[in-house]
């Protein structure tokens, strides 16, 4: 598929041996009508709107209201990612994100992690913690970067932004005073540390002022990693009060294909009232004392055996 042209592409056909006219029409308007055998079996369904599939992650930017430049989805729930759904000429992706449609006007720019709240369980259960909602006052109490570990987070390997599916996870800097409760907060500021990166290859592609959305049960019912996120990007984050945005996403941008709205006026009044925290300036130089450990770990113990 072309971004541009918005058809295939040619020069990827031509390398598998295929024409155009081998392949499915593009195009994302509604289709209607059934063949007969399928007309007889379904009668209730001959008049049916039919339209094509969508990406869940751009489905969750459009339900958690992550529509224009202005805002940029960040989503955490077993995994996470970080999306920015607007419309307009496709840039060059930065080396390190993917970018795609959601048809032929939005297109989709981000970066998407293998950790998030898969490896927060991971740490609580193997390290015997109680659960995360027991420990809010105690990991809030904690100093930003004051445990001097340096986590790489990479359990399930490296996406964004490396790609080094061979990568394994590292904790470095343990003591003897070292406690389960600050593994754990090292393991929550480690997983902001990657979304920053992400985010700032985000931010160079396309520039501008924005507020984070965020999704997903591993963020929005985890308040001192909230804080953490907003206080690592060094931006505003307003949590998304829907519970499953990408069924929802998908329901608005049914209901723009329908006729029944722009999808921007349909999805953006969702963030309306939503609880929004603010970066606490003070913290942002331990970030980025952090941010510059886990790095260079990751170049000792992954960009070199790459």
């Given at each position: 598929?072309h971004h ?7 020069p990827?056909?031509e390398a598998v041996?295929?024409q ?5 029409a593009i195009?994302?308007e509604?289709a209607?009508g ?15 709107a ?7 992650g751009?489905c ?7 529509v224009?430049?202005?805002?940029l ?11 920015l759904l ?6 060059e992706?930065?080396q390190g994100?993917w970018l795609?449609?959601?048809d032929?006007r939005?297109l ?6 293998s950790e998030?709240?898969?490896f927060?369980?991971w740490v609580?259960h193997e390290?015997r913690?109680?659960?995360l909602?027991e420990?809010?006052e105690a990991l809030?109490a ?7 570990l340096v986590?790489?987070?990479?359990l399930a390997?490296?996406?964004?932004p490396?790609w080094?599916?061979?990568?394994r ?9 070292t ?11 480690a997983?902001a ?9 985000i931010?160079?592609?396309?520039p501008?002022?924005r507020?984070i959305?965020?999704s997903?049960n591993?963020l929005?019912n985890n308040?001192?990693?909230?804080q953490?996120?907003?206080d690592a ?5 307003a949590?998304s ?6 069924l ?23 963030l309306?009232g ?7 300036p003070d913290h942002?130089?331990a970030?980025?004392a952090?941010l ?10 992954v960009?070199?055996?790459?």
């Amino acid at each position: 598929f072309h971004h541009e042209t918005l058809g295939w592409d040619l020069p990827t056909l031509e390398a598998v041996g295929l024409q155009p006219s081998q392949l499915s029409a593009i195009g994302d308007e509604p289709a209607s009508g059934l063949r007969a055998t399928y007309a007889r079996r379904w009668p209730a369904l001959t008049r049916a709107a039919w339209l094509p599939a969508w990406g869940d992650g751009a489905c969750s930017n459009v339900g958690s209201g992550a529509v224009g430049t202005d805002r940029l989805a960040l989503m955490v729930g077993t995994s996470g990612a970080m999306r920015l759904l607007w419309e307009g000429m496709p840039p060059e992706p930065p080396q390190g994100l993917w970018l795609y449609r959601l048809d032929r006007r939005r297109l989709v720019l981000g970066g998407a992690l293998s950790e998030g709240g898969n490896f927060i369980d991971w740490v609580c259960h193997e390290f015997r913690l109680p659960p995360l909602d027991e420990l809010q006052e105690a990991l809030a109490a904690c100093q930003p970067g004051a445990h001097g570990l340096v986590w790489l987070p990479f359990l399930a390997g490296e996406r964004s932004p490396g790609w080094a599916g061979h990568a394994r996870a590292t904790l470095s800097g343990l003591h003897l005073d070292t406690t389960a409760l600050e593994v754990l907060r090292a393991a929550l500021e480690a997983v902001a540390c990657r979304f920053v990166l992400v985010y700032r290859l985000i931010q160079a592609a396309v520039p501008g002022e924005r507020l984070i959305v965020g999704s997903g049960n591993g963020l929005v019912n985890n308040p001192v990693w909230a804080q953490i996120m907003a206080d690592a990007l060094g931006q505003p984050l307003a949590l998304s009060p829907e519970p499953e945005a990408s069924l929802r996403g998908a329901a608005l941008v049914t209901l723009e294909r329908l006729g029944l709205g722009s999808l921007e006026a349909l999805a953006r009044p969702s963030l309306e009232g939503a609880h929004q925290i603010t970066p606490d300036p003070d913290h942002a130089p331990a970030y980025e004392a952090m941010l510059a450990r886990q790095q260079a770990l990751y170049r000792l113990l992954v960009a070199e055996t790459s």
